[in-house]
Nanobody
């Protein structure tokens, strides 16, 4: 059974930091590209950051560049999102996503999300 369990969300003041974690199980973590998405109220879910299977390459949404860092620990089956210099517009539910390709079929797995609220 595939599970992605996010943690680390919460309430933080503008300019503060949070570190999100996503613990994975039920699939071959080291073979899956991992991403963080977010969805703010009334808005569509958007990609925040992505990391390749080995962690050798990352990419970010323009809104996250220079402030967020995605990383992974394949030994712990965990992906992280370090968020610094948080802004009120970063307020959203953050979701972990795994994309695995097996026999030319692509599978996408999602976590349940963790709420991040940036407010004074």
């Amino acid at each position: 059974q595939v599970q992605l369990v996010e943690s680390g969300g919460g309430l933080v003041q503008p300019g503060g930091s949070l570190r999100l974690s996503c613990a994975a199980s039920g699939f071959t973590f080291s073979s899956a590209a991992m991403s963080w998405y977010r969805q703010a109220p009334g808005k569509e879910r958007e990609l925040v950051a992505r990391i390749t299977t080995s962690g050798g390459s990352t990419s970010y949404a323009d809104s996250a560049k220079g402030r967020f860092t995605i990383s992974r620990d394949n030994a712990k089956n965990t992906v992280y999102l370090q968020m610094n210099s948080l802004k009120p517009e970063d307020t959203a539910v953050y979701y972990c996503n795994a994309r695995e390709v097996l026999l030319l079929h692509e599978y996408n797995y999602w976590g349940q999300g963790t709420q991040v609220t940036v407010s004074s």
